[in-house]
Each structure stands twice: as C-alpha cells, then as structure tokens.
C-alpha cells in the first residue's frame, strides 16, 4: 500500500507529443546549473532544464535514458513534468550529425566577435551537441 | 441534339471523374484522422506551456519592482507600426474555398492597415505553397544586404514597398517539425526584440473538428494575455457548409468529435500551477526567458498542424460534393441518353407505319 503512494509519477512530454507517463522510483534531471534527482516527497520545484540525460530508475523496463535539450520541468512531491524541447533516446542519437554540430557550434563561436548574443547562441548549439555526443557515447559501455 | 454515342462517351467520362473524386475524399479522410492525431498529441505540451507561463505571470510582476524594467522584452506593447503577418494555407488545392477564405482574411488586415493614412508597413510569412504563389503575386519579396550565414548580426534591409513577403516555408505543412517551428519562433521574436517589427499575427484556420472550424486573426505579438489569444477578425462557416461537412464526414467514416482528450488536457493544465510555494531554480527573468520562445513557438506549432487538419477536412468536403455532383450529372445523362434512344426508336415507328399506311 505504502509502496504504491510512494511512487513517483513522472510526464515527459515534448512539442509533438508524451513521449513517457509512468511511475518510477526516482528521476535524474539536468537543470540548467547542473544534475540534481529527485524522489518522492521532494519540495516542489520548477526549473529550467539544460542539454543532457533525463535518467529514470525504477520503469518496468528498469533504467531509462532520455537525451533532452532544453525545456522545463516541475517538481511536486508526487509527481514530475518534465517539458522537453527535443528528447531522444540515446541509441537515436546520429553521431554525425551531432559532431557536425559541435563543429558549427565552435565555428559559430570563433566568428562572434564581440556580440554577447553570438556566444550565447554558440553557446547553446555547443552544450546541445557535448550532451548528444556524450549521451550516446555512454550507450555502448 | 446529341446523339447516343456521344452521351455514352460523356457519361464514361464523368464516371472516370468521380472514381477520381472519391479517392481523394478518401485519402483525405485518411490524412485528416492522422492530422487530428497529431494535433491532439501536441496538446498536452502546449497546455502546459500555457499553464506553467499564466500562473509565473501571476505570481511575478511583470516590472520588476526594483528597477521598474520589464522582465522580458516580449512583453513590451509599443504604437503598431510595423505588422507582421504569418500567412498559414494549404499546400494544395482542391479544397473547396479553403485557401480563398484564409487570403481573404489577410488581405483584409492588409488592406485595413495600409489604407487611409493607417500608414502601416507590412511583413509577411507565408506558410504554404498556395498563400506563397498568391501573394508573390501580389506583393514583392523583401530585398536584405547580402548576410553572412555564420555571423549573427542583423541583416540590412532596404525596404521598397509597405507591404513584403519577408519568408516562405516549403514543406513545413507536410511535415510539421516542431525544431523548424521553432527557429521560425526564434526569428520572429528577434525581430521583435530588436524592434524590426511591433506586432505579429498570425491568420490560420482553426479546426475544432469537421465541423466546426473558422478563420482566425490572432495576435502573437506581443504577449498580453497568457493563454487567451485576442482574435483580431474571424470567418464562420455558415450553417449549410457544417451540414455538408458532416455529411461528408459521415461517408468517409471519420468521427464527427474529436477523441476525447479532456483528462490529459486537464492534467495538463495543472502543469506549475499547484496552489503550492515553488522553488524557482532560476530567476523570474531567465525562466520567462526560456519560456517564452517556447510559448511563441507552441502556438504557432498549434496553428499549424490545426491548419494541416482543417484543410484536410477542407478537400475532403469538397471532393464529397464533387462527387455527388458528379453522381447527379450521370444521372441526368443517362435519362437524356434515354430519351435521345426512345425518340430515334418512335421515329423509326412512325415512319414504317406512316409507310405502310401510304402503300
């Protein structure tokens, strides 16, 4: 009985649509200034998420990986939203395409000059394109 | 008057047609059940944007208290001088007045804001290839100094009439990708941010379902009231249009209302909105920062894939018609077929009796 109101329902929905709705035993999520999990019962919450693994314990699969970019989530103590821009699975990841980006992302960020928002945009496609690189990378350990 | 063998042509003819019609009511049938699918899959975020966006705007002032700023220039209201119109059409034709409806309606702002002094300058996006070539036709293309790909200053733009088609999208109908979505969002609020452009609307048809959709004008820029969109002008279907859509509906097997999606549209509607004190992780600036674009973006993702779903009920209604019409068309051929044969077979009657008669 307790076992079942302990459980953490997480949402993980994306622009075209919900990509996982279960309850699990705790959720791994990447905030904007870094990791931080969370379990049942923790103080609510909403934060901007940055480039990396969505990662959930306890599914009737076991562990799940999610690669997300950017998006937001909520935390209420017994249930989480995440909101993600883009999410992949990391065996969807294309590694090319994600080290071309990483290519373009310094391309960008060599030819920005002195124009604050050029970083930031650089910035953005950089840490985007780390995250899928890195996320995929881990798969095949 | 026509003789049989012509009428036997004819008839063969029309038949050949409706086969044609029928077809495409059904394959349109066919893409408008994936359509809704996809529209309604794409609820759940857009609700919780929306959600998650009105209750911070509640809960945080706008203006910062301490400097008296806006916390995000998105939510700047200035004069509207310079509009920019997003033009959402079908890719296609073959849709009953579907496109003629939409371009109605954006020439409609257009015309309300260049006349009489309005002295407005217009920009427009066209999505679709149909409300593309139409207004190509009308206006020119906006001419930018050549830019840098890879830099990200600003283009020069030389300006040589109030009204411009300043983009096109090919193929974003067909395959509604809600990164592409997105990076136009991203543009248009640029161009807001850097005051380029002081309002954007967007025209789309709305699609609730087969029955019950219209033409909207609705304000994307800038933000004003969260979660409910001011309609700028709207286009109803008149009640014998909705009789025929249903009708039509009812043929090609597609349900009349929509699955029901109430549960997790509620559920989603909650998203950051629980009577409870949040934590914000980030600062009220950086989140209506982030979550801004996305809110843009969201809507016109929405617009869109209600648009593909509208105009695919759109054809689907009117190839119904075209093919009860061409139904009735064989139907009046064969009975005057009928009476060209019974009338040469009376004539041929009459003058063998006549002839008998004379002997």
Known sequence: ??????????????????????????????????YFEVLYGAAPLVAELGAGDVT???????????????????????RVTILATDALKPAEIDVPRAEEQLARGHREWDSAGDNPEAYDEALHVIAEAEAKLASAADKQH | MANVLD????????????????AMKMVSAAKLRRAQERALAARPYAESITAVLASLTRRIEIFDPATGNLRHPLFAVRPEKNILLVVVTGDKGFAGAFNANIMKAALNVIDESTSDGADKQIDIEAIGRKGRDLMKRRFPTAKFDSVDIDSLERPVRNRASAVEITGDHPGLLDKPVSSRVFKLASDIIARYIHGEIDACYIVYNEFKSVISQRVVVERLLPLMDIGRPEVRSLLEPTSAEKERAAEAALTAGVALTEADATEAVEESHKFGTANVDYIYEQPAEELFDGLLPQYVSSMLYHSIVESVAAEHAARMTAMDSATNNASDMIDAYTLQMNRVRQAAITKEIIEIVSGAAAV
């Open chain 1, 1 to 34: 009985m307790t076992e079942i109101s302990n459980a953490l329902r997480v949402k993980l929905v994306t622009p075209e649509r919900v990509l996982f709705e279960h309850t699990v035993e705790s959720v791994e999520l990447p905030a904007k200034n870094g």
């Open chain 1, 56 to 78: 959930l314990h306890g599914t009737p699969e076991g562990t799940q990986r999610y690669n997300v970019n950017w998006g937001f989530v909520e935390v209420l103590p017994e």
């Open chain 2, 7 to 22: 009428l036997k042509r004819r008839i063969r003819s029309v038949k050949n047609t409706r086969q044609i019609t029928k």
